[in-house]
């Protein structure tokens, strides 16, 4: 009789797809369209999610009052907790901090890690000179990491849907769960 093997990921494919998992979460919370979450490597990454957002035209017009820097800053802020999500979903699934609020660790991991420029591009452009960029990264990487904490449910399914599946549309899986609530923007 031949036995058949079952295969089994390994912790690597698990982290990535907890890495994807947790962009899929948070980008749908805030509201964007997610169509696909892959974690087939390709070029240099492990795997990718991909977000869509409809900026109404008005927005996309509207002259930078106080008002609509306000609201911008709101938006970069959550944009900083979506791409820092990746690394808070590694963090559920080892237990290891992904992210250190250390200049020289800053500097290290921002040649590698493009999650991480982009979270700072979004910082910069909400920082304006009222915190550190380091304090902003860590206050978002917290809130992301709280918001993934409380929706864990939600990870696990996309989790072992990618490990299964490989490539998904993540409003397939999801659609049995309750709906994930939108997070709310550190300050």
Not at 41 to 60: A, C, K, M, N, W
Request: neutral net charge.
């Amino acid at each position: 009789m031949n036995a058949v093997r079952a295969w089994r990921p390994s912790t690597q494919d698990v982290v990535v797809a907890a890495h994807e998992a947790s962009h899929a979460i948070l980008g749908i919370a805030t509201g964007a369209r997610v169509p696909v979450v892959s974690i087939v490597p390709s070029g240099d990454t492990d795997g990718h999610t991909i977000l869509h957002r409809d900026v109404p035209r008005e927005r996309r017009r509207q002259r930078r009052t106080r008002v609509s820097r306000v609201f911008l800053r709101h938006e970069a802020i959550l944009e900083a907790q979506v791409a820092l999500a990746g690394r808070a979903g590694e963090q559920l699934v080892t237990g290891w901090p992904q992210f250190a609020a250390d200049p020289e660790w800053l500097d290290y991991a921002l040649d590698w890690d493009s999650d991480l420029r982009r979270a700072l591009e979004c910082v910069l452009c909400a920082s304006a000179g009222r915190r550190s960029v380091l304090a902003w990264l860590a206050s978002a990487y917290d809130a992301a990491l709280a918001y993934l904490f409380a929706h864990t449910l939600h990870v696990n399914v996309l989790v072992g849907a990618l490990l299964e599946y490989w490539v998904i549309d993540p409003q397939r899986f999801l659609a049995e769960l309750p709906p994930v609530g939108a997070p709310t923007p550190t300050k």
